[in-house]
């Protein structure tokens, strides 16, 4: 089993950046394909980005290419989301997940485990 932890969630004006974090336990982090979604209110929860086990392959949603970077370190059990140029439809929770398997799937059944999710409050 892996336990997520999310933090660097919180409230920012438009245009400006966060950092967000997944700190994994248990299991062993780089046999996970790891993923950021994010959900509103109302809707499903869509892949924002998406990251191989080793780092090799990296993919980013529409809303997010330019914008948002998802990167790991498997030494320190952590993946990353830099988000700079940030836009109040950017607001939701945002929930690291883990797949084990060799790549990451847009699809959010596939994933095995979840965080708990952390806040991203964009202003305008």
């Known amino acids: 089993q892996v336990q997520l932890v999310e933090s660097g969630g919180g409230l920012v004006q438009a245009g400006g950046s966060l950092r967000l974090s997944c700190a994994a336990s248990g299991d062993t982090f780089s046999t996970y394909a790891m993923a950021w979604f994010r959900q509103v209110p109302g809707k499903e929860r869509e892949l924002v980005a998406a990251?191989?086990?080793?780092?090799?392959?990296?993919y980013s949603a529409d809303s997010a290419k330019g914008r948002f970077t998802i990167s790991r370190d498997n030494a320190k059990n952590t993946v990353w989301l830099q988000m700079n140029s940030l836009k109040p439809e950017d607001t939701a929770v945002y929930y690291c997940?883990?797949?084990?398997?060799?790549?990451?799937?847009?699809?959010?059944?596939?994933?095995?485990?979840w965080g708990q999710g952390t806040q991203v409050t964009v202003s305008s």
């Open positions: 997940a883990a797949k084990w398997t060799v790549l990451y799937s847009a699809i959010a059944v596939d994933y095995d485990y």
């Open positions: 990251i191989s086990r080793n780092g090799g392959n990296t």
